[in-house]
């Protein structure tokens, strides 16, 4: 990662890969907005950190983590009983969400 420090909006932060980019960027000194959907899943509390509770299906929500990062960092899903169409839609929301708040940088893992 850059020694430059960001805020990084992180999609998908309770997840293995997430969380372990969670861990990653808190170490070297990020701010991380996180969105998650089930707060039960919260396990990680830091001063650089800020929970929001939503769905990257919701745009209202994806717009809210994101508004006042410099970098879209998209590691959700497939899980049990997720809508086929879940990387579709949340992808989009993502696109849509950042071009409605100017964010240009977005670093993807599906």
């Known amino acids: ?9 992180l999609i998908g932060a309770t997840g293995l890969t997430g ?3 969670l861990q990653l960027a808190l170490e070297n000194g ?3 907005k996180a969105l998650v959907r089930q707060p039960s899943k919260i396990t ?6 800020e929970w929001i ?3 990257v299906l919701n745009i209202a929500d994806v717009e809210k983590v994101i ?3 410099e970098i ?3 590691l959700f899903g ?4 997720s809508p086929k169409d879940l990387q579709t839609k949340g992808t989009t929301n993502l696109v849509e969400a950042m071009q409605k708040l100017g964010i240009r940088k977005i670093i993807s893992l599906s």
């Open 44 to 49: 990680m509390q830091h001063a650089n950190l």
């Open 19 to 21: 969380n372990a980019f």
């Open 30 to 32: 990020h701010t991380v």
């Open 78 to 81: 497939q899980v049990k009983n």
């Open 67 to 69: 508004n006042g990062c």
């Open 1 to 9: 990662m850059s020694k430059e420090k960001k805020k990084i909006a």
């Open 53 to 55: 509770v939503g769905d």
């Open 72 to 74: 879209v960092v998209s």
